[in-house]
């Protein structure tokens, strides 16, 4: 297995936009995790899947943010509408359900938008 | 509510000597695990390290060390023989073991000096 995997590494968008990210996670991996981070920030959770279930998704969420995990494997995150402030790198991690909860961290996607 | 503080924006080191990476934290919940990550310039977080928060001995892996003061919610990181390969980002974390969600503080950026 090659790890955590991301596309697009990088995307430009004009301002209003939808943008959609695509992540695949370790295979054996059953929990999945989508963060953003900003320059000189640490990573801010969004949502959480377990499977295909999305258990947690965070409060400062816009509702122009959405994301899937269908077949419990790969997940997708879409932005609709997008803003000058959604420019971040998005970051999908994944953790197996047996463990520590150590995550393991994709390349992340750039998101400009301008 | 929860919250995880660096206070240490840049930190330098001279190589092959120990530097120690601080982080404290802020829950209500009686059970968590602490984490670290590593970000090189690169963008993927690498996992380090992991503190449970009722495990009695301080973790360690490899050259990584974790300095857990429970007393006083302390969860420092501690590099023995830094390497020029240790000049990155480094993130620490929590995750209260009553739900899925991660939270991290702002980083702190470690410069390893030859």
């Known amino acids: 297995d090659t790890g955590v995997s991301q596309n697009p590494r990088h995307k430009i968008t004009k301002r209003g936009q939808n943008v959609t990210f695509r992540c695949d996670p370790i295979?054996?991996?059953?929990?999945l995790y989508w963060y953003r981070q900003t320059l000189g920030q640490g990573p801010e959770f969004l949502t959480y899947?377990?499977?295909?279930?999305?258990?947690?998704k965070s409060r400062l969420l816009s509702d122009r943010f959405s994301a899937e995990r269908p077949k419990g494997s790969f997940s997708t995150l879409e932005i609709q509408r997008t803003e000058q402030g959604d420019s971040a790198m998005y970051l999908c991690?994944?953790?197996?359900?047996?463990?520590?909860?150590?995550?393991?961290f994709g390349p992340g996607t750039r998101l400009t938008v301008t | 509510a929860q919250k995880i503080t660096q206070t240490q924006p840049g930190m330098f080191v001279q190589e092959k000597e120990a530097v120690t990476l601080d982080c404290t934290y802020d829950t209500s919940d009686p059970s968590y695990g602490l984490f670290w990550y590593k970000q090189p310039s690169s963008g993927e977080m690498i996992f380090l390290i992991y503190q449970g928060s009722y495990d009695q001995q301080n973790a360690t892996e490899g050259r990584y060390s974790l300095n857990f003061q429970k007393a006083r919610k302390s969860a420092n990181l501690v590099i023995s023989a830094s390497q020029l390969g240790d000049s990155a980002m480094y993130f620490c974390a929590m995750r209260p073991n009553t739900g899925n969600q991660f939270y991290f503080g702002t980083g702190t950026s470690l410069t390893v000096i030859p």
């Open positions: 991690a994944s953790t197996d359900a047996g463990s520590l909860g150590e995550q393991y």
């Open positions: 899947f377990q499977n295909e279930a999305q258990l947690e």
């Open positions: 295979s054996e991996h059953n929990r």
